[in-house]
């Protein structure tokens, strides 16, 4: 069945505000201008405070589903379901994760390329499936152990093309790629635990995604906005390209951000777009297909590649290609896309049964996919 311009609209508004999101954090790490008290000219480096701007973003997902809940009652007859109501510090611990998730991946962007980056989020598949076996008590298909495995071989692909490259790149020291590419990875860990806390505590609970969005990024944006006062004080060496040389220098961010406006732009970019991004992937899972998100997730790192080399942000690897393709295929079978082509060979039908009555029924799946970030953000 042919896609409505209204489908059409979603999925190209997911693609693209997904896409600004790792890019424009990409691009306000690019800049340089002086600080406070006459510092001289540094680079850009404040991962917390783009991290408090993209729980702003997150947070505006609340207003928005307050607004859209105030429109539709002003209806004759409402058809907006806004949930039952629930105690919203349920979401604090999985709000946490996030956080904690969000800041170590921003951390990594500073390291390594953002098509990697990119990439190597793909790895929360690996976790979730192993945390979802372990304190969810689901029982993986065979193509999904599969999948995480495929997907195991492509993060050793792309860990061996930034090793290669780290060698050739003017950009980061071959020590900050390994280490960025191995925080983008622990960070899928934390993501992973948040995916099971937020499945097994929160989802049982009809809760608008808008609303869970929402409520998370809140706690996310008050409880960084307050700890980037201790960060100010906390010394911690060559580990901060900040003047002052501590966890995070707010007041070099504003400061930075004075004198050079570009940099507000790149940050306002990453605050507007993951709120776009998440409003479009959970209509698109709700209008199209929890499968459609996910292509077009895996579609978002080849856009962030492609425009990573057209503007001069990395250098072209054909390993990183092989990569991606890789780790493609892994997501493909742990989501099950390949169900639809082996259901036209006839004895696959018969083994594809056999496969569901052993394993789940795929529900972790499409709540991987349902949940609002990725990936946030991720997914980030």
């Known amino acids: 069945m042919a896609w409505t311009k209204y489908q059409l609209f979603l999925a190209g508004l997911m693609l693209t505000t997904g896409s600004i999101n790792t890019l424009s954090a990409k691009w306000a790490d690019l800049f340089s201008a002086k600080g406070c008290h006459d510092d001289p000219e540094h680079d850009f480096s404040h991962p917390f405070v783009q991290a408090v701007g993209m729980f702003l973003g997150e947070f505006s997902c609340l207003v928005v589903f307050y607004i859209l809940l105030f429109h539709d009652k002003s209806r004759p007859e409402p058809r907006m379901n806004p949930g039952q109501s629930f105690n919203p510090l349920l979401f604090f611990p999985p709000a946490m994760c996030d956080m904690t998730a969000t800041s170590i991946m921003y951390v990594a962007l500073n390291m390594t390329s953002a098509s990697s980056f990119q990439m190597l989020r793909g790895s929360v598949i690996i976790?979730?499936?192993?945390?979802?076996?372990?304190?969810?008590?689901?029982?993986l298909l065979p193509s999904q152990w599969f999948g995480i495995c495929v997907t195991i071989l492509g993060l050793v692909v792309v860990?061996?093309?930034?090793?290669?490259?780290?060698?050739?790149?003017?950009?980061?020291k071959l020590s900050d790629v390994i280490t960025g590419d191995l925080l983008i990875i622990m960070a899928q860990i934390i993501v992973s635990v948040q995916m099971v806390l937020e499945e097994k505590f929160v989802y049982k609970h009809d809760?608008?995604?808008l609303r869970a969005v929402g409520t998370e990024g809140l706690f996310g944006f008050v409880v960084l906005?307050?700890?980037?006062?201790?960060?100010?004080?906390?010394?911690?060496?060559?580990?901060?390209?900040?003047?002052r040389q501590v966890l995070e220098d707010a007041l070099d961010a504003f400061c930075q951000i004075g004198h050079k406006p570009l940099i507000l732009l790149a940050l306002l970019g990453n605050t507007v777009s993951i709120a776009f991004f998440n409003f479009a992937g959970i209509s698109v899972t709700k209008e199209i297909s929890a499968t459609t998100r996910m292509v077009l997730d895996s579609l978002r790192t080849l856009v962030i590649w492609v425009v990573s080399l057209a503007l001069g942000w990395e250098q072209f690897h054909g390993l990183q290609v092989l990569g991606f393709l890789v780790l493609l295929l892994g997501t493909a079978l742990y989501n099950g896309l390949h169900r639809p082509l082996l259901a036209r060979i006839p004895w696959c039908v018969a083994r594809m049964h056999t496969?569901?009555?052993e394993g789940s029924s795929g529900g972790e799946r499409d709540r991987l996919l349902d949940n609002g970030r990725a990936q946030t953000a991720e997914d980030t």
């Open 207 to 209: 809760v608008h995604p």
């Open 355 to 357: 496969e569901e009555e």
């Open 225 to 243: 906005s307050l700890l980037l006062i201790p960060m100010y004080f906390i010394h911690v060496g060559s580990f901060s390209n900040t003047p």
């Open 127 to 139: 976790f979730t499936g192993l945390l979802s076996v372990a304190f969810l008590g689901r029982r």
């Open 159 to 172: 860990g061996l093309a930034d090793f290669i490259s780290g060698h050739r790149d003017d950009t980061h």
